[in-house]
């Protein structure tokens, strides 16, 4: 398979602010998710998933402590949970 470009998902710029430290990750089921430091939301962490239709919030908006530092977005394939796993303030999170 050759892949010539990216596509847009969804809306081309659906964050609600401007984001730094994006991770990317797909589900088993192929539902995307992206996680970023949302700089509106004082650059703490937000979620958000592709619902088939438009990006949509998991979560608060917004909901880590403080600043999110860097974010490694990752899914367990085995019971397609989300996880949103923080350095910086140190936060693993169940989403």
Aim: aromatic share 8%; no cysteine; proline share 4%.
């Amino acid at each position: 398979m050759t892949v010539s470009n990216w596509v847009n998902i969804g809306n081309a710029g659906f964050s609600p602010s401007i984001t730094d430290n994006i991770s990317l990750a797909v589900s088993p089921t192929g539902q995307p998710y992206v996680a970023f430091a949302d700089i509106g939301n004082t650059s703490k962490a937000t979620v958000m998933k592709f619902d088939g239709s438009t990006w949509v919030n998991e979560g608060t908006a917004g909901f880590s402590a403080g600043m999110a530092l860097s974010i490694n977005l990752s899914i367990n394939p085995l019971v397609n949970l989300t996880w949103l796993i923080r350095i910086g303030e140190i936060l693993i999170k169940l989403l």
